[in-house]
C-alpha cells in the first residue's frame, strides 16, 4: 500500500529565506505526484504537477523535483514571503490508479 | 474559472441524525471524490465516483454512503450521524481516470466543517 511522508512536519523560517520540503513515498510505481497548498479553513490549490517522466516543474519562485527510483520530491521556495504561510501537501496516485494518496502535510511559517 | 462547490461550510448536527454534504462542479468532470481530513491524519478517501451512478470505496467509507445522480453533483450521507465523524470534509473532482492522462489535475471545493454533538 502506497504510503506518503513529509518532514518537517513544521517548518518556520524569516522572511527572504530559501528552503526545501521533503516528501518520500513507498511505492516508485506512480503516475505523478503534486504539491498543493492549503490556507487555514480552506479546501487546496493545485500548485505544481509532476508527470512520471519529468524530473521537475517550475512556477515562479516555486521548483518541484521528482526522484522516482529513490520515491522522493522536493519543494523548493526560493525568497520566502509571509504569503507562503501554509500547509503544503504531497500527493501521488495510488496503486489503482484511482485517486490521490496524501502526505501529512508541511506547515509552513514565514515571519516578517 | 474551475469551482467546485460545497454549500454547507459549516453544520453542526446531533448524535444519530442523517447528515448531507452536498458538492457540485462545474467543470464537466467524471470524476468526483470525498476526503476527511484530521490533524495529525491528513486526507483520507472516503469515496469517489467515476461516472453517474457509479462509485467505488475508498480508505475509510464506514458510516457513509455517496449519491451521484447527476454529473456535476456527488452527495455524501452520514446514515446516522456519530461524534468520531466530527471532521473537515472535502469533495474534489478531476476530469479523467488518473491513469489515463497523467498530467489530469484536481480541483478542490472550499470544505464543509462538521461538528457531531
Known amino acids: 500500500k502506497q504510503e506518503v511522508t513529509q518532514i518537517p512536519a513544521a517548518l518556520s523560517v524569516p522572511e527572504g529565506e530559501n528552503l526545501v520540503l521533503n516528501c518520500s513515498f513507498t511505492?516508485?510505481?506512480?503516475?505523478?505526484l503534486q504539491w498543493f497548498r492549503q490556507d487555514p479553513g480552506k479546501g487546496l490549490t493545485s500548485l505544481l504537477l509532476i508527470q512520471s517522466s519529468q524530473r521537475e516543474q517550475t512556477s515562479g519562485r516555486l521548483n518541484a523535483s521528482l526522484d522516482k527510483s529513490s520515491g522522493r520530491s522536493t519543494l523548493y521556495i526560493a525568497a520566502s514571503q509571509p504569503g507562503d504561510s501554509a500547509t503544503y501537501l504531497c500527493a501521488v496516485i495510488n496503486q489503482a490508479g484511482t485517486a490521490l494518496i496524501f502526505g501529512k502535510g508541511t506547515t509552513l511559517s514565514v515571519s516578517s | 474559472d474551475v469551482k467546485v462547490t460545497q454549500s454547507s461550510r459549516y453544520l453542526v448536527k446531533r448524535t444519530g441524525e442523517k447528515v448531507f454534504l452536498e458538492c457540485v462542479q462545474d467543470m464537466d468532470h467524471e470524476n468526483m471524490f470525498w476526503y476527511r481530513q484530521d490533524p495529525g491524519l491528513g486526507l483520507r478517501l472516503i469515496y469517489f465516483?467515476?461516472?453517474?451512478?457509479?462509485?467505488e470505496k475508498g480508505d475509510i467509507p464506514e458510516g457513509y454512503s455517496v449519491s451521484r445522480e447527476k454529473k456535476e453533483r456527488f452527495s455524501l450521507i452520514l446514515e446516522s450521524a456519530s461524534t468520531n465523524q466530527t471532521s473537515m470534509y472535502l469533495c474534489?473532482?478531476?476530469?479523467?481516470?488518473?491513469?489515463?492522462?497523467?498530467?489530469?489535475?484536481?480541483?478542490f471545493g472550499e470544505g464543509s466543517w462538521l461538528t457531531v454533538v
Open positions: 511505492d516508485s510505481a506512480i503516475y505523478n
Open positions: 465516483s467515476y461516472d453517474v451512478k457509479m462509485k
Open positions: 474534489a473532482s478531476s476530469r479523467l481516470q488518473f491513469s489515463i492522462i497523467s498530467g489530469n489535475t484536481i480541483y
